[in-house]
């Protein structure tokens, strides 16, 4: 999460794509589900926001496609993950998800 945070903290021409520097927002949204860490997933949500208006800044009002769903996006391919058998867990990451979620 440091990492991440550090990396939008410059501007986008300098983002480096190497996952090693600059994990992917969404992988750390679903470490801070699965960690049950609210505070982890919140911060998760606001890199993927800002990684999220910069993909679309430039992109016309009909052309946008809402955050919110992004983000319900984001945690239904998260969910695919999660065997079917572990029901228990999905209705955790879905409440956990549903408090944090703009």
């Not at 052309?63 to 969910?79: A, M, N």
Request: proline share 6%; glycine share 0%; net charge positive.
């Amino acid at each position: 999460m440091t990492k991440k945070l550090a990396v939008i903290k410059l501007p986008p021409s300098f983002w480096m794509q190497d996952p090693k520097i600059n994990p992917r927002a969404d992988h750390l949204f679903w470490a801070a589900l699965l960690l049950d860490d609210r505070q982890r997933a919140g911060l998760a949500l606001s890199a993927m926001a800002v990684e999220y208006e910069e993909r679309y800044r430039e992109k016309t009002v009909c052309r946008q496609t809402d955050f919110s769903r992004s983000v319900d996006e984001s945690l239904r391919l998260f969910l695919l993950k999660i065997p079917e058998e572990d029901e228990q867990l999905r209705v955790r990451i879905r409440l956990l998800a549903e408090q944090i979620k703009p």
